[in-house]
């Protein structure tokens, strides 16, 4: 079974950056892609960014384009969220999860099997 494990996450002031890490027990990468996930209070899940196995990068939300990027050290199995420039409304429990289907391929709306717990970034004055 694949395990992920988020980094702790911070409380940031508006404009700041934030580097959120996500460590895989397997190198998952070989078999898929990996996607970070956002949850903030009264909101549904919304999806972030996507790194496929080939590198690609997904950007579902325009609103997060030009402030997040997401990459990978193979060597440690584990994939980055680096925010910049971050605002109020970026207040959010983040995840990251992935499939080992090779019919993910950073797909919108896949229903993916492991996710990490989640950590918490607050953006806040």
């Known amino acids: 079974q694949v395990q992920l494990v988020e980094s702790v996450g911070d409380v940031v002031h508006p404009s700041g950056s934030v580097r959120l890490s996500c460590a895989s027990s397997?190198?998952?990468?070989?078999?898929?892609?990996i996607k970070w996930v956002r949850h903030s209070p009264g909101n549904e899940r919304e999806e972030v960014l996507c790194?496929?196995?080939?590198?690609?990068?997904?950007y579902y939300d325009d609103s997060v384009k030009g402030r997040f990027t997401i990459f990978v050290d193979n060597a440690k199995n584990t994939v980055y969220l680096q925010m910049k420039n971050l605002k109020p409304e970026d207040t959010a429990v983040y995840y990251c999860?992935?499939?080992?289907?090779?019919?993910?391929?950073?797909?919108?709306?896949?229903?993916?099997?492991?996710w990490g717990k989640g950590t918490l970034v607050t953006v806040s004055s």
């Open positions: 790194i496929s196995s080939c590198g690609d990068s997904t």
């Open positions: 397997v190198f998952v990468l070989d078999y898929c892609a």
């Open positions: 999860a992935t499939d080992l289907s090779e019919a993910y391929k950073c797909q919108s709306g896949y229903a993916m099997d492991y």
